[in-house]
């Protein structure tokens, strides 16, 4: 986080949330992640089409933003695969438990005033923290 400023941090919340508030006017849905694709590979997926291009959206879009040169900073994950897995299949289970991620519970559930979403919420930062504070200081993971 070397190339950190306020300033970059300000315009990707304020795009984060400017696109959210877009796909639910436009679409009438939340903009949570964890739903999106937790529906894309279950029985009851009845229209696939959008959540493919729009998952397709998330991953593509900094690969081709990161090729034009604009962003700020270089991102590079140095950490070992069934650490990733083992992550990923945390993250998976604790929006199953919380039913959401942090995108659909922190940005478009907060927006509306939901208690639930910021229990949710501060549960997950919570959570991160002391995750975070384990693998760093207590397994020397990530550094």
Same mark, same amino acid.
């Given at each position: ?13 304020? %795009?984060?949330?400017?696109?959210? !508030?877009?796909? =639910?006017?436009?679409? /009438?849905?939340?903009? *949570?992640?964890?739903?999106?694709? $937790? ?41 070992? %695969?069934?650490?990733?897995?083992? !992550?990923?299949? =945390?993250?998976?289970? /604790?929006?199953?438990? *919380?039913?959401?991620?942090?995108? $659909? ?39």
């Amino acid at each position: 986080m070397e190339n950190f400023t306020p300033f970059s941090a300000l315009a990707g919340g304020l %795009l984060i949330g400017l696109s959210s !508030a877009l796909f =639910l006017l436009l679409n /009438g849905r939340r903009a *949570g992640i964890s739903g999106i694709a $937790g529906d894309l590979f279950s029985f009851r997926c009845v229209n696939p089409g959008w959540r493919l291009c729009f998952l397709a959206g998330l991953v593509l879009g900094p690969l081709l933003i990161g090729k034009t040169g604009w962003l700020p900073v270089d991102v590079q994950v140095n950490d070992s %695969l069934p650490l990733m897995a083992a !992550a990923g299949l =945390l993250v998976g289970y /604790g929006t199953s438990l *919380g039913s959401g991620c942090t995108s $659909g519970h922190g940005i478009c559930g907060l927006a509306r005033l939901s208690k639930r979403s910021l229990a949710a919420t501060l549960t997950f930062m919570l959570s991160a923290g002391i995750t975070v504070y384990i693998a760093r200081h207590l397994l020397g993971a990530g550094s």
